[in-house]
């Protein structure tokens, strides 16, 4: 692959490609790193996810010869074992790819669709009124056509090098022989104890012996090993058409609850829309901040045209020489002011028009931008802009203001990036953590609950909605996979979970690691807030304490939450002339337990005590 212009490493100038090399930490293995680490460094390939059982089984996938996408499809489906909660094949997901030969990022819409049989009024009740939102989750009703094995299918198709059976294999091995399970598997069946009895097809699976899995105890899903092998042995269409997707069906319309409990909403899906769907190739998202290119993914996803938008505001202003506060402060202006627009425009393309150019435009940024006060937050929520090609310099822009909506704080996000220089970042979900809770019996996964993601009324019947239910249409989503290039050459991918909080955590480590210049995995680790155009933003307890005092001075409100995000991200650091090129792959410290960083040739034996020089060289001048 053509190489950086940036500056190469003096200390790294003896690495080549697959030789294990004696780091300033001390000697090297040569082994794959899978461990819970939040920080690895190397050639040969890099992964990042939140599980060191998947990160592996993609690291393996690399070091047999995968690339990114082999390598990413590979992962995702350890993922449905190992965080079934959040991933699987009963849900949806956005693929961006950056392909190193043609220098093109192309992305997949994995999104779940609404059933043909889905009208505007389908979470409404008989008085008219918006459902229980709880009560909505965990139904039939909210079981949108999975996407997620169509995109593996496409992404191997479009840049693969193996099979579907080959990937899948290790994925199968783990769902058979097990995955031991950690404080945060445990966790979240605590938290899904009581809707997962409400179905006991899930109690069987996830509940073994009616019981909470216990920390250290291997659990092993035959089921979905099952699944896997027949997805490897007869293809995705089996997935879609014939007995597996009837079941599918059949269990979304008539979910079976446990004896005694209330009946769950019976869902509308059937076997011909499974037999319909698609995972359409869409053309990215791209802006360009500080001189560097970024891709992100389009409607149905609000996760690039809101990143990107965000972006641009900031890119009208200087962020990396001024303190710590001024920074967050135009960050928090810039993400609430995109999140405006997000929620007055985006929806599936299909049914609504989206003005994704014009609000990707540099003239629509620069009206927006006039909004940011330096000296003092707006009053939220603040009106949407209008992004019809007619701006004015700072003039004034008249728009409606709309809240957001509900989303969860579930999905997976990994970033996996390859020696050629091919990058996967892949995002995917079923929604809330545990989904609808409804498990297809006997198959090992459960099915998601993404129609929620869907706005149930209008909030303000004056201003159009585009994110209502309708047939086949694709909920809105805030899923950000996000690649940055500069100059055309790989530079930088990541993303987060965290329903719509997935745009500012993307947003924020963005500007930590460009404008901050700090390391990717201190990008990561830094403490977070979530801009999102609410009266108050919601903050980790560590931004308050270093930063809340400087910014409610400012104006700015915060109530406290314990947890933001779960990213990861892989980097291309500077690498001579000639060389394989040399990756960082960062997961975060402590969030959601910490996550896992790897690859396939360590350089450093320890994850500690990196040079900070080294590893985060500047991006801007
Ligand atoms: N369903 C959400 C979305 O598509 C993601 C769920 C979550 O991250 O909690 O934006």
Redesign the pocket.
Known sequence: MPQRRRTSLLALAGLTAGVAVAGPAGPVSAAPTAEKVPLAVGTGGAVATVDPDATRIGLDVLADGGNAADAAVAAAAALGVTEPYSAGVGGGGFFVYYDAGSGEVSTIDGRETAPMAMGATAFLGEDGEPLPFADAVNSGLSVGTPGTPRTWERALEEFGTKSLRDVLSGPTALARDGFVVDETFRQQTADNEERFRLFPATAELFLPGGQLPEVGSVFRNPDLARTYRQLAARGVDSFYDGRLADEIAATAQDPQEAEGVPEAYDGLLTSADLAAYDAPLREATKVEYRGLEVYGMAPP?SGGTTVGEALNILDEHNLASIPAADRLHHYLEAGALAFADRNAYVGDPAYTQVPVDELLSEGFAAERSCEIDPTAAAVKPVPAGVPDGEYAPCGTADGASVQDTA?????THLTVADAEGNIASYTL?I??TGGSGITVPGRGFLLNN?LT?FTFAPADLTQPEPNLPAPGKR?R???APTIVLDDGEPLMALGS????T?ITTVLQTLVNRVDANMRLDEAIAAPRATPRNTASVNAEPAFLQAHGAELTALGHAFSETAEIGAATAVEFLPTPEGRTPLLLAAAETTRRGGGSAGVVDDVYATTTTKAATDLAPRLVD
């Not at 989303?407 to 999905?411: D, L, N, P």
Request: glycine share 16%; hydrophobic share 20%.
């Open positions: 996803s989303a969860g704080v579930s999905t979900t929604e809330q993404e993601d909920p989503s805030s899923m979970p965290g329903g719509s997935i």
